[in-house]
């Protein structure tokens, strides 16, 4: 998704900063520690987190018109980010928690609070976390869009020009070929996990990469477990879903809460 985007001629998202995750989190513990208890106000404090965001944001990679950043679970941090900057706007990424953990057993990504040898836990933790998101991307009604990913990559002209309207860009066909600008438009940081698949153009070959990876039991127990997988729209029944209804006309008609 940051890698469209950087393809547009007016966006530069630039690789992960690796930091304002961690940064996020920090400035929450000495929020509650420090704001009026030393005569240093929320307004203060609030100033002092965003300067620090946009240097670390427009410094780390060329200006543009619109920046934007891409880091693992800031979307967690929605309603902090949008108070610091109240005229953002959020894409939420959302993609079969099957898919998404596989990915992270398979590469080995490091992610917090995921053991990667207990299946279960991780399917408890994905449900807990897209939960919260999904509640924040709600209450952040004009400011947050929901992204299916297997919409994207089934429909990519059309979920790409969704969003540039939602983002109010001019539409770029560059966007869809994004592959094709890396070096020039679109920067990759080599310490990405994703860095190898965002070279290859937008195509639907990991859709399926997930099955028969999971054991009977695990797939058994995703509607206890993850409940969020079937509230999404995803068949949880099917060791093998299809996917092809997230590329219907109709598909957003049937989600409009989630949408």
């Known amino acids: 998704m940051r890698a469209i985007l950087d393809a547009h001629p007016d966006v530069r998202c630039g690789g992960e900063t690796m930091l304002l995750p961690s940064f996020l989190t920090w400035q929450a513990g000495w929020r509650t520690d420090w704001v009026n208890n030393s005569g240093i106000t929320q307004e203060v404090f609030d100033d002092a987190v965003s300067a620090f965001i946009t240097e670390i944001i427009a410094k780390h990679g060329e200006l543009a018109p619109r920046l934007c950043n891409k880091d693992p679970y800031t979307a967690l941090w929605l309603p902090t980010i949008q108070r610091l900057y109240p005229n953002s706007k959020f894409i939420l990424m959302i993609r079969d928690a099957r898919a998404v953990i596989h990915s992270m057993i398979e590469r080995k990504v490091p992610v917090a609070g995921y053991n990667t040898s207990d299946e279960q836990s991780m399917f408890v933790k994905w449900n807990q976390e897209i ?3 999904l509640f924040q991307c709600n ?3 004009g400011q947050c869009i929901k992204v299916y990913y297997e919409r994207l990559i089934q429909k990519p002209e059309e979920e ?3 969003i540039t309207n939602f983002l109010d860009l001019q539409y770029s066909q560059q966007m869809l070929h994004h592959h ?6 679109v920067d990759l940081n080599d310490q990405e996990f994703s860095a190898s698949q965002v070279k290859n153009s937008i195509n639907t070959k990991a859709l399926t990469s997930w099955f028969d990876c999971f054991s009977e039991d695990t797939l058994r127990k995703l509607d206890d477990v993850a409940p ?3 509230v999404l729209g995803y068949d ?3 060791s093998k879903p299809d996917y092809s209804m997230f590329a219907d006309d109709d598909f957003y008609q049937f989600r409009n809460f989630y949408s």
């Open 131 to 133: 939960r919260k998101m």
């Open 139 to 141: 209450n952040a009604p």
């Open 160 to 162: 790409i020009q969704r």
């Open 180 to 185: 094709e600008l890396i070096g020039a438009e």
């Open 228 to 230: 969020f997988l079937s």
């Open 236 to 238: 949880t029944s099917s």
